[in-house]
Structures are given as C-alpha cells and as structure tokens.
C-alpha cells in the first residue's frame, strides 16, 4: 500500500461458499500534479476505449489477453507504491503465461496514482505515453525495478529511457509534453473511486456479471487458486 498518514483498519472477509474476496477501508482521494519532459508538443493518439464483458473504458494500450476471456481482471496500481512493486513483480510473469496467454483472463491494468507520492502521477503519464507507442511492459518493468531510486531522484525520464530506443524516447516525450494523457490517467482514477478504492494495489475480478475487488497484495498461490475457483464455477 502506498505510504500515508494515518493508519488504515482493513477488514478481510473471504466467502468460501461465493468465491468473493474483499478487503474495505477508508477511501484515499486520487489526485496529483501534472508531469512534463522536454520534446516537441504532440497530441495522443486517441484510440477507442473498448468494453470487455460489460467492463467499460478500457485502454487496449494496457489490456492484456483475450477480450473472449472468461475473466476480466483490472488492477489498479500506483507505480510509486511498494505493494504495487511486490505484486507486480510477483505474480505478473507467472499471472501472464498460465492465465493471460492461455486465454483464461484479460489483465487490465488500470492507473491510481495517489496523491502522496511526488512522481507517481509523473511515472503514469510516461508509462501511458510508452502504451502507446507499444511498449508498455518494458516501462512497467523498469519503473518498478528501479521504484527505490527514481522515487529518490524524480528522475522517471531517466528510468524510462533506459529500455527504450532514442527515437522511442523521443516520441515518449513528445506525448507527455502533449498533456492529453492526464485525462486517461482521470478515467481509471474516477472509476477506481466509484470502486471505492481504499489502497493500492486494488484488483477487481468480473466473472459471469459477478464483481470481486481484492485490496492489498495477493501472492501467487492465492491468486492462482482464487482464479481457478471462479473458473470451476458453473
């Protein structure tokens, strides 16, 4: 969970019997400042939102999978959040070649920065700009492997022009300086509120018009079985 003032009571009630999870708590305000990097001034390309078993607006750039997928599961995340580092790294590699792969759930990953970390908002435009250049898993890779320094330094740009191409960068920069993806990164945080997010990370699991949201880091082997037993349910 991201750092922040104040304790947070949670909750934990697991539902054997229906398969739900969930995890309640107070709930944190997504707000924060606007990022820019040095580039010519370009506008994002806009491509059509799309809406996967009922789920709306979601970014093809940072969807994953199978839109046929019995599962929808969305993953609200702050790039400067340490349980979003954890989970992240892991259970994605292993989530992505027995689940996503395999075309038993579509990942959407959704962006909530929180408020009180200076760069995450930053890291979330820059990790939208590389989406949509088609290289979103090496920048989301290399924002959390490097989470402890650029969180120190604010040097996102730096960390992110470390997996990608000078004329990559270039076009990064360029859609960052756009201002155009702020409004993307709005959407995911304004759907994360009316989820109710109380932390980051936060995944919301859809399964045959059934809602689970999960707050907090869910380990492999509770992940795997959680997913296998919505898919056994007839």
Request: hydrophobic share 40%; charged share 20%; net charge neutral.
């Amino acid at each position: 969970m991201g750092r922040r003032a104040g304790a947070v009571a949670v909750a934990v009630t697991v539902g054997l019997l229906t398969g739900w999870v969930l995890i309640a708590g107070s709930v944190v305000p997504a707000a924060g400042a606007n990022g820019n990097a040095g580039a010519e001034r370009i506008t994002a390309p806009q491509s059509a939102a799309v809406t996967v078993d009922g789920v709306g607006d979601i970014d093809p750039h940072k969807s994953f999978g199978s839109k046929s997928a019995p599962i929808v599961m969305e993953v609200f995340s702050d790039y400067q959040c340490p349980a979003c580092k954890n989970f992240f790294l892991s259970t994605n590699r292993q989530l992505m070649e027995n689940y996503v792969s395999s075309g038993k759930v579509y990942l959407v990953h959704r962006d909530f920065p929180l408020p009180m970390h200076a760069y995450s908002r930053i890291a979330a435009q820059y990790a939208r700009a590389a989406a949509e250049i088609g290289k979103i898993e090496p920048v989301e890779k290399v924002l959390f492997d490097n989470q402890d320094k650029w969180e120190q330094t604010g040097d996102v740009d730096g960390t992110v022009a470390s997996v990608l191409s000078p004329a990559e960068m270039n076009k990064v920069r360029a859609l960052v300086k756009g201002g155009t993806l702020d409004s993307l990164i709005q959407k995911d945080t304004q759907l994360g509120q009316m989820y109710r997010l109380s932390q980051t990370p936060t995944t919301v699991f859809h399964y045959k018009g059934q809602t689970y949201p999960y707050s907090g880091v869910m380990g492999w082997d509770t992940l795997r079985q959680f997913l296998d037993q919505l898919l056994s349910q007839k």
